[in-house]
Structure formats: structure tokens, C-alpha cells
């Protein structure tokens, strides 16, 4: 049985002076799964001090620190002649700047607001790194190897050769195996009688050039198969006798072995190791040679297919990376099947290919081959285990979306995220759209942490009443951003960039703590109402929630019975054991818990008897239903059925009518929430409620 080697953790030092910035760059090294020891500095002499005590895989700086800047740092390192790959982090570095770093010797530079790059291009440099050691470590053994040779050759443990004019040899010493053969043997025979006949006008052309200029030459031959082997073979006159008269001196080195490694460090520099196929460097050179020979009267496109294999990582992470291997192999033979021959595959990255098609009549085309991408992949067994995948597809077109390689294949990249974003499995094309939307979520993303540091975010709470009585028992906490040069923006629209940024883990934190501060300031005032804060499916899998809200109600003193944390199904599906671990914490502490939008997608009833759970929260979109469609009605009686059977409490939200809270009142539903009972409103509002 075989055991896997674990791969140590990277050694990663962090330059950052803000507390907060360091906090969301674990976080994003967190959330790509990256293992890591980590320290952290903040002035030039922390770093000259962590340089002193240890050996750094990998140095994350951000432009601008407390006493110098990214550059001051690389200076420092360079100075020490360290090899050490060099990520610029920030958020403020302008394209001159950064390309000023990289041409300094820094390896990437990523904009703050775009964290999410950040754990791959780690993997990337430090990968990158050993590949440079390794390379050096040739080169080493390269160097080395040829002093021992020169060694040799002063012992006469070369093959040396006195010979004529014609290139008779007179005599030969040294080692006369390296050609197969022995001294008595090769004397008194012809030079080109001793390698392969193509090899004879080349060595007759040396000769003529040596008599007739009376100097030295070095050239190259070789012996066949089986034998496979090169020789540098260096010419020289013996200078004190009469030219006509001179004879020669032939050195025969068999530098197989150089050549040999000259042409794995050759192939390592162009090519993927695992695939054989072009890497990310050469593809991306092939790519630009293409866009430059393109001329304006072609109709023809070419079209760059970026292709993501889908759920790679739980085969990496649960079956090894042997079979993740495997799978890569595979796949990549897969994909090659369905390329036309003068098409173009390459490696890009850990589970990305990326296809280059450089002649396509049309768009269509493209789109064809792609799908039969999709259609293979999944009907063949890509290991021996017999493991199918699916991918997602990205499409450029060149003329139309970018001028560059490196912007087609941003261009792809973007349009694969949106097919991952579909479920994975499909093919999407770039369009000027995405690209908006791509910048927008970029900027709506900076903006966010501004707003967060500058307090442009505020909470509105939406009332939630008891049917029976029509009194209000508590409210739902919402966030709200009042933009101050561009005004609203909608939480539909913030919420999710928050989400995919990492951004919601200090906006979750935000909102829980001023929602009991707000709870606790309305019991001082006489209104006990409990307030229910909303957990991210991100806050759920990456933040110790109890710790959380244990720290919020002992610093703003509200009871526990006050808070009501809610959560959708799909967080608490996604793995079952380890939530119903966490909210039996959350349990025991007091803290309710209700499942939000239930009923909006698909509902594994099974796994509500074993959670540990208070309440159902009827999605809007079955309540607005009731009175239009029968379907409505019946699904939502059957889940206040099935809540009641399983002692749970009730609350409808989206109520806008008087019908629809009879209706729900009629069959028992206890609470409810909506425009019916009022919008959401600020904190203060509820200061005056009796």
C-alpha cells in the first residue's frame, strides 16, 4: 500500500500595516485552500529581522508600509541575493508603479480588490521558484560536470587523436570506449570511418577548414542508434612545423549528457511536465504570433477557448493528487481529440487548459467545437479508476475581443466564470456586457471596503408580527448603503459582491454587532423586540460563528433569547454533520435558529428533523402565490404542516395583502413579515413603540 507524501506548508511572509487589509488577504489564501505558515511585519526593520531568522517561500508586500515602500522591501531583498518570489499586494499602486516593480524583479502585482487571484498566483510563484532552483541546480551540476570532464581530458581519460593532413590517425590515447571501440582499432584508420557516414563531408569540411587556415575548430557529431550519442570534437594544427607539413590534434568529448540536459531545461521552460503540452508562457507566445500575422482583409476568426475542468479539487482533495494526475492526463488527450490538427492546446494552469483555434469561418464554429469538448469529456473514463468530469468554457474572439493575447485570454477567463456560474458544464461566450459587469463588480467591490471603513452602511429593520394578535414580536435586520456620490445601491446588488469577495466576513461581523447594540438600546427604551441577523453561507463555513455572537452579546449585554440567527437551506445542507456540530454550539447557548427562503429551491426534507433548528421562513416567492395558484397553496400548507409536526415556529415572509394573511392565519401560520406590516425601517423608529 502507498503512502502520498504531504506537501509542507508554504513559508510565507506577509508586509502589510493594516490589520484589516493582512485579516482579508488570510482570509483569500484561506479560501484557496492554500497550506501556509505566516508571519506578518510591518516596517523595514521587522522584515530585515524575519529575513535574518528564516528561509521565506514566497514575500506578500503591499505598495505603501509605515516607513518605506514595495520598493524598499525588493531592494532589501535583492541586496541579500535572495531569490525569493516577490507579490506586490495593494490597493493603491498605479500601472506605472507596478510595472515599474516587476521590471525590478517583482513576480505579480494584484490589486487588492481582486484578492481572488491571490492563493493560485502563491502556488504559482512558489512553484515557479523551485523550477528556478532546480534549473540552477542543473546548471550547477552542468558546470560542475564540465570541470570534471576538463579534468579528465588533462589525465588523457578523453579520447585524443594525432592525425595527418588527410585525416589519417597516426595515434590516438585516452578513452577509446566512449566510441565503442579500442586505441589499437581506431589508429591508422580514416576520420569519418569512426562515426555514422552522414557525419563524413562535415568532418572532411573541418579538416579542409583547420589546414587551410591553420587555426582551431569545434563542431558536433554523432553515432546512431543503439549507440545515440554526441561528441564535440575540437580540431587543432600542430603550429611548429611547416603547414604543409602540420599535423593535427582531434579532441572527441562525449557531451551527451549536456546535451541531454540542455533539452529538458529547454522542454521545462516551454512545455507542462505532466501533459507534454505548451505551457502557460509559450501559449501565450504562440497566441500573440497569431493576433500579429492577423491582417484586416481576413474573414476568418480566431477563437481562444479557455477550459475549466469542473470540481477538480475534491478529486485532488479526496481521492489524491496521483489520480488528479491521472484525470489531467486524460482529459488533455480527450481535448486534443476534438481540436482540429493546426489547433492549439496547452496547460494554462492547475485544472485550466486553454485552446488556441486559429482559423474558425465563423463564431459558430467555435461554439461547435467547444460543445463537443463538453460532450466528450463526461462519455470517457479519464483515469484508471474510470473518473469522468465536466468543464466549463470560456470563448474569445479575435478580431472583436481584445488586441492582445493577454486580452483574449482575460476575456475567456471572464466568460468562464460565467459558465461556472450557470453550474458548470456549458459553454459561454464573451460579451462587451460581462466585461462591464466585470469592472462594475470590481469597482463595486473597492467601494464596499471603503464603506465599510467609512461607515456608509447602515440597518433597517423590517417588522415581524404575530398573526394571531397582529403585535410585533421582533424584526429582521437589513443592510443598506447610501452611496455618497452615486446614492442607493441595492443589496441585490452589493450582497453577492460582498459574498464572492470575501468583504461579507467583516460586513457579517458589522451587522451582528450593531443589530444587538440596536436590540439592546430598544429594551432600555421599553421595546423588547428580538432582531434576526442573517449568516452567509461564507460567515457559516470560514467564521466560528458561536465565538462571534458569544462576543457581540457580552460586549453590548443583550440577552441571548433576543438574537435569532438565520440561515438558508443550502448552507446547512452543503455538509450536514458539521452544521448540525455548529448549531448544537449555537443551541446550547441560547441563540434560536431559523431556516430562511425555505422552500425556495430544493428541499431535502430529511435533514430538518436532525437540525437543531427553531423556525421555518416561508420563501416570498410561494407567499405571493396564495389566492393565484393552487400549487402555491398547497406547499404552503404542507410546510406549515410539517413545521408544526416538527415543533417549529412559522413566519411567511413577503405578506402584502389582507387575503394572503387570513389565509395564512387560517391555517395556523404563527408569524409574518412584509409591506403589509410595514417596510423596513431605521433603528430609531423603533425607540418609540409602545
Known sequence: MSTQKSTPPIRLLHMEDSAIDARLVRRALDRGELT??????????????????????????????????????????????????????SGTIGEEQAVAAMKAGAQDYIMKGNLSRLAEAVRREVRDAAIRRSSRTAEEELRRSEQRLALLLSQSDELVLHIDQAGQVIEAWGNAEILSSTLTKITNRHLTELFHRTNAPLLREALARVTSTQGHLSIETYLPPPSNRTFLLHFGLQHDQPPTQADGCVLIRDITAIRQTEAELTFLSRYDPLTHLPNRKSVHDQLQKIIDKRTSASHHYTAVLLIDLDRFKVINDNLGHTTGDEVLVGAAHE??????????????????????????????????????????????????????????????FSPGDGHTAEDLIAAADVAMHEAKKQGGGSVHHYTPELGRRGIRRLELEQQLRIALEQNQLTLNYQPQVDLRTGAMIGVEALARWQHPETGAISPSEFIPVAEESGIIIPLGEWVLNRACEDAMRWRQHGVPLEVAVNVSAVEFEHVDIASRVS????????????????????????????????????????????????????????????????????????????????????????????????????????????????????????????????????AEHFLSIH
Open 36 to 89: 501556509y505558515d505566516y508571519r506578518r511585519e510591518a516596517t523595514l526593520a521587522g522584515l530585515q529581522k524575519a529575513l535574518d531568522e528564516a528561509d521565506w517561500d514566497v514575500i506578500i508586500v503591499d505598495h505603501h508600509l509605515a516607513d518605506c515602500d514595495s520598493r524598499r522591501v525588493l531592494t532589501e531583498v535583492k541586496s541579500r541575493g535572495l531569490d525569493i518570489p516577490f507579490i506586490i499586494c
Open 335 to 396: 481535448i486534443r481529440r476534438k481540436l482540429r490538427q493546426d489547433d492549439i492546446l496547452a496547460r494554462y494552469s492547475s485544472d485550466e487548459f486553454l485552446a488556441i483555434l486559429p482559423d474558425v469561418h465563423n463564431r459558430e464554429a467555435a461554439t461547435q467545437i467547444a460543445q463537443q469538448i463538453l460532450d466528450g469529456l463526461p462519455a470517457t473514463p479519464l483515469s484508471p479508476s474510470a473518473l469522468r468530469v465536466t468543464a466549463s468554457i470560456g470563448i474569445s
Open 551 to 682: 462576543q457581540a452579546l457580552s460586549r453590548t449585554h443583550l440577552p441571548v433569547e433576543a438574537l435569532v440567527l438565520e440561515l438558508t437551506e443550502s448552507v446547512l445542507m452543503d455538509d450536514t454533520e458539521e452544521a448540525i456540530r455548529r448549531l448544537q454550539t449555537l443551541r446550547e447557548m441560547g441563540v434560536r435558529i431559523a431556516v430562511d427562503d425555505f422552500g425556495s429551491g430544493y428541499s431535502n426534507l430529511s435533514y430538518l428533523k436532525r437540525l437543531p433548528l427553531n423556525k421555518l421562513k416561508i420563501d416570498q416567492s410561494l407567499i405571493r402565490g396564495l389566492g393565484k395558484h393552487a400549487n402555491d397553496e398547497a406547499l404552503v400548507r404542507a410546510v406549515i404542516q410539517l413545521a408544526h409536526s416538527l415543533k417549529l415556529d412559522t413566519l411567511a415572509e413577503g405578506v402584502e395583502t389582507e387575503t394572503t394573511r387570513q389565509f395564512l392565519h387560517q391555517h395556523h401560520c404563527r408569524h409574518a413579515q412584509g409591506y403589509l406590516f410595514g417596510r423596513a425601517q431605521p
